[in-house]
């Protein structure tokens, strides 16, 4: 049973601070790892995925990804109010995120505070 | 680049009729699509893999006879839920990726009622 757990918040951040997201994942095999930003009532968007072990950064963001303790986390860093949203893990064991869909935690609802 | 597409945005059904979702990639020629469903504050679970030209793979616990895919074109994938009942109600996404990369991009869904 693959599971991706997440704290479902809300975390509140005050504007220009950095937000800091977790997620633990429970199939040791899993190979790529994705962040998704979904608005209310709206589809996910893609942040960035990660395969290696480290950090990986775009603009704001970055993934961290540590396989020995089954975690990634994505950092937001000069936190906007635009940011607010619920943000979603998702996992998947082909490296090339190809032949399985993901699966997704339930995703932590952030909010940034002007 | 990669964008997807889903028609309709919003469907309203009476209980048994059959209704068809659309995800189209409209600048990538997608190898793979998805379909997820997503409950009112919960997350997306996924349903189906399907392959241009092949059967869907269907995820345990998804009915295959009761939903629906074809995966027709390289950039046409359609959800087809028969016989729809009240419970069926939920938002379904659709998802594509191309032979070039891990990421997938996500349609704007689709808000099925049934009533």
């Known amino acids: 049973q693959k599971e991706v757990e997440q704290n479902s918040g809300p975390l509140s951040v005050p504007e220009g601070a950095i937000a800091s997201l977790n997620c633990t994942y429970s199939d040791r095999g899993s190979q790529s790892f994705f962040w998704y930003r979904q608005y209310s009532g709206k589809s996910p968007e893609l942040i960035m995925f990660i395969y290696s072990n480290g950090d990986k950064e775009d603009g704001r963001f970055t993934a961290q990804l540590n396989k020995a303790s089954q975690y990634v986390s994505l950092l937001i860093r000069d936190s906007q109010p635009s940011d607010s949203a619920t943000y979603l893990c998702?996992?998947?064991?082909?490296?090339?995120?190809?032949?399985?869909?993901?699966?997704f935690g339930k995703g932590t609802h952030l909010i940034i505070q002007p | 680049g990669a964008v997807v597409s889903q028609h309709p945005s919003r469907v309203i059904c009476k209980s048994g009729t059959s209704v068809k979702i659309e995800c189209r990639s409209l600048d990538f020629q997608a190898t793979t699509m998805f379909w997820y469903r997503q409950f009112p504050k919960k997350s997306l679970m996924l349903m189906a893999t399907s392959n241009e030209g092949s059967k869907a793979t269907y995820e345990q616990g998804v009915e295959k006879d009761k939903f629906l895919i074809n995966h027709a074109s390289l950039t046409l994938s359609t959800l087809t839920v028969t016989s729809a009942h009240p419970e069926d109600s939920s938002f379904y996404i659709c998802?594509?990726?191309?032979?070039?990369?891990?990421?997938?991009?996500f349609g704007p869904g689709t808000r099925l009622t049934v009533t």
């Open positions: 998802s594509a990726r191309d032979y070039r990369g891990p990421e997938q991009y």
């Open positions: 998702a996992v998947n064991l082909n490296p090339g995120g190809g032949a399985d869909g993901l699966t």
